[in-house]
């Protein structure tokens, strides 16, 4: 009994130092514990007229401020902001984690920076706080959840559901010449499309030339079929959706040079002779704006683009677009839909900061659900909507339409992160450049496919197998990838 | 006890002007004077270029991802060289760097020579006429970039102009001047011509108004068609500038960087990836810092023997000139 006592009484201690250890902020909300949070920081250091900064994507100069001078009136805490494009921003932190200025408090960027930024030592652990802070992951998907850790640890904050989404042309489905004719042809009518296969037939049908009249309409620019992206830097992001699978077996041997992987470069270049010419040199501010002309039938894109091509001042083809799922891709004899997140904007706090702990409160107060939910519903902002709450917020819906909003959050549940390892930008760089020599046909998917396996290898051999093979294990576990292996 | 230590404090006052009196007068020395330049030099040398050479030199004899601390790093020897000289990107990059660098400086050594020979033919607007033609040199690479990327847009300017050619050639009018692989390196050799024909403009310029109005009189005088002035003398004279001219504009486009960048990203694929972009590519995108440092050495001794062999030709350019008492 007495020992049993002594035991009860220890655990109790260790218990209570544990708690002590992890004590939860006060607050009933998210949002709340953030700001109090924030102010014990304040209180406990005697800090007054603090100025954090933050490495932001350019995208959001114009939507951030609104928030960041919030906080400032909650906090005291003023927010400078240091905008730069968000393919320089990678590097920018990689110079940061050599330079170790302590120049930036926090960092704007995709969750794909983590591994190597985390590797470097630049990124901070946020679980510790977390841990105070309670934040809420409740009802995101968890190909995007997931996103947030790497190698076990928290050490981003996600807030964009960018994965991809097909969007049609409604105005065009809906247009009776184009339903007959349609209807004549394939035996159906027109409208999302289940399978890449099916997406490719439809943009041949609606791939119109200059000056052709069609469905009592004349075409004087053309319309073209299809459009996504597929220049360096981009293809990477969009392939997942054909492939449909693990990139990897559990050993980190690519799975690429295989009939499953030869069909989906084949399908990934095989779509292009219906989008623009200069589809390969195109990234979002071309494709957009392109896309708002209305001189094609359908995009694959981030989600973003029906919000702008509702919103922009020339779009001509304001509530006329119908979003849809990601097509289902076949990936060894099965049909999967994979909706890659090919983006995704994340924030995470520099090791370097002088207040790690008030920069925390500041990503934990913006991407809480509610702040979150407003920063999605912001008119000048690219934040897209990725969780639950987003259905029910009616500045959301009224921002990107019912029928968007549930298409994208059906999506989610299909989201599927690209590669979280170590050196992913030299693995998608690979990609990149020989799904480039098969689109130009200088290659055939065969030879892609084996070059592609090749480079992979190498990388993986240059970075470290065993270290690659264990972190590739533990992201497939957390079902980051959706897919398990086989 | 305070207003004893206060005379002290006093007293003290003029000490601190004494060293450096001390310091001028050991300066002034004939002995130490001349040596003064001599160690700012060494010292900003060694500050500014050695101890950045050295260190590049010490990094690409580790192994060592920026994704890793510096701590985990650790000596390799010569492998990252073996690996850049393995590497065919390496070699691409840097045929494609030279592919850019010839047709482009042949083309700006071109244009500006002509340019230059007309403006300073010319009578009237001398100054107008520079002054336009040096423009481009000014304007920021990033402008530049931007400019043609919209110039060079599917269904942009550049394409209405030329679609009329095209279509007599038979070529498909809509050339895809940024996304394939063949017309975006022409794309950005392009760009680099309409920037930098500027700057052999102004040298060649320099040239022509240098030109001893005497000889080409007396040719005149004694009878030289135009052309013969041209090619017997001016062009003869002007092998100096030339010279000059070929080996600046080459050592800057072979760092080509801007608008490979800015245009196309290196794409479609890797196709207009030059050596510069590959090098920023392997250290700033890919982390790989040693790997990035040894290639960059091994550029140090390829462009350092390319200087070498400009140095040369221009100190044999002058050595001759002064052997026909041109210099």
Redesign the interface.
């Given at each position: 009994m007495r020992i049993l006592t002594i035991v009860l009484a220890a655990m109790l201690v260790v218990g209570t130092g544990a708690t002590a250890g992890a004590q939860v902020v006060p607050g009933a909300t998210v949002e709340e514990r953030a700001v109090n949070g924030a102010k014990a920081y304040l209180q406990k250091h005697n800090l007054k007229n603090v100025e954090q900064t933050i490495l932001l994507s350019s995208l959001y100069r114009n939507s951030f401020p609104d928030f960041s001078e919030r906080w400032e009136k909650l906090t005291g805490v003023t927010i400078k902001i240091v905008p730069l494009g968000y393919t320089d921003i990678p590097a920018k932190i990689m110079a940061e984690a050599v330079a170790k200025t302590g120049e930036f408090d926090m960092f704007n960027d995709f969750p794909y920076t983590a591994p190597d930024a985390a590797g470097a030592g630049v990124l901070i652990p946020l679980d510790p706080y977390a841990a105070r802070g309670k934040p809420d992951f409740s009802g995101v998907a968890p190909g995007l959840s997931h996103q947030q850790y790497y190698q076990g640890k928290l050490y981003t904050f996600v807030l964009d559901g960018d994965h991809l989404i097909l969007v049609l042309r409604q105005d065009l489905i809906d247009n009776p010449q184009v339903k007959a004719e349609y209807r004549a042809k394939f035996k159906k009518d027109p409208g999302c499309p289940a399978t890449m296969e099916e997406w490719e037939r439809q943009a041949e049908f609606f791939h119109t030339k200059p000056g052709q009249s069609r469905w009592g309409m004349t075409f004087d620019k053309g319309l073209y079929g299809a459009m996504g992206y597929r220049s360096v830097n981009f293809s990477y992001r969009h392939f997942p959706a054909y492939f449909g699978g693990l990139l990897f077996d559990k050993d980190m041997n690519p799975r690429i040079a295989t009939p499953q992987g030869v069909k989906a470069i084949k399908q990934f270049a095989s779509i292009v002779k219906y989008m623009p010419p200069d589809i390969q040199g195109w990234g979002t501010p071309q494709i957009y704006p392109f896309w708002a002309s209305g001189q094609a039938y359908s995009v694959m894109s981030f989600p973003s683009v029906v919000g702008f091509a509702n919103s922009n001042e020339k779009s001509v083809i304001k509530a006329k677009q119908l979003a849809c799922l990601v097509p289902q891709t076949d990936a060894g004899g099965k049909l999967v839909r994979r909706s890659p997140q090919a983006a995704g904007t994340g924030y995470m706090v520099s090791k370097y900061s002088k207040h790690p702990e008030l920069a925390y409160w500041f990503v934990q107060w913006l991407t809480g659900p509610t702040v979150g939910d407003e920063a999605i519903a912001h008119p000048k902002g690219f934040w897209d909507p990725f969780r639950e709450s987003n259905l029910k917020n009616a500045a959301i819906r009224q921002r990107f339409g019912e029928q968007f909003l549930a298409t994208t959050m059906e999506n989610s549940k299909y989201a599927t992160s690209l590669l979280m390892l170590e050196g992913n930008y030299e693995y998608f760089n690979v990609l990149d450049k020989h799904l480039a020599d098969v689109m130009n046909g200088n290659a055939t998917a065969e030879e892609a496919a084996k070059r592609i396996e090749a480079g992979w290898n190498k990388v993986t051999n240059d970075v470290g197998r065993a270290r690659q093979v264990q972190t590739w294990r533990q992201g497939v576990e957390s079902g980051i990838y959706l897919d398990k292996f086989e | 006890m305070a207003d004893a230590h206060a005379p002290t404090r006093t007293a003290a006052v003029p000490a601190p002007t004494r060293p450096p009196r001390r310091i001028a007068a050991w300066l002034a020395q004939e002995r130490v004077f001349r040596l003064v330049p001599f160690v700012l030099v060494e010292g900003l040398f060694l500050l500014l270029l050695a101890i950045p050479f050295g260190l590049t030199v010490y990094i690409s004899l580790l192994k060592w991802?920026?994704?890793?601390?510096f701590e985990q790093a650790h000596f390799e020897g010569l492998g990252n060289y073996a690996d850049v000289l393995a590497d065919a990107e390496f070699w691409w990059a840097l045929g494609r760097t030279f592919y850019f660098a010839a047709v482009a400086v042949s083309l700006e050594l071109l244009i500006g020579f002509v340019l230059a020979m007309l403006v300073a033919r010319t009578v009237r607007g001398t100054r107008v006429y520079t002054t336009v033609f040096l423009v481009p040199m000014m304007v920021v690479p990033v402008v530049v970039g931007y400019n043609f990327s919209m110039i060079y847009?599917?269904?942009g300017p550049l394409n209405q102009l030329v679609a009329p050619v095209a279509a007599l050639l038979g070529f498909d009018p809509?050339i895809?001047?940024?996304?394939?692989?063949i017309a975006?390196q022409w794309a950005i050799i392009l760009a680099d011509v309409w920037q930098w024909t500027s700057l052999t403009f102004l040298i060649f310029l320099s040239g022509f108004s240098a030109l001893p109005r005497p000889l080409v009189n007396a040719a005149r005088v004694m009878g030289a068609s135009p052309w013969q002035i041209f090619w017997r003398v001016q062009l003869p004279l002007l092998k100096p500038v030339i010279v000059i001219a070929v080996v600046v504009r080459s050592m800057e486009a072979l760092k080509i960087f801007d608008q490979s960048v800015l245009l196309?990203?290196?794409?479609?694929?890797?196709?207009t990836q030059t050596v510069a972009f590959y090098l920023w590519?392997q250290v700033?995108?890919?982390?790989?810092?040693s790997f990035g440092a040894a290639a960059s050495m091994l550029l140090l001794v390829i462009f350092a023997a390319l200087i070498y062999a400009g140095i040369y030709l221009l100190v044999r350019q002058r050595s001759v000139a002064l052997a026909e008492g041109r210099g």
């Open positions: - | 991802r920026a994704s890793r601390p847009v599917d269904s809509r895809r001047w940024l996304s394939h692989p975006a196309t990203f290196g794409g479609p694929g890797n196709s590519r700033w995108q890919f982390n790989k810092f």
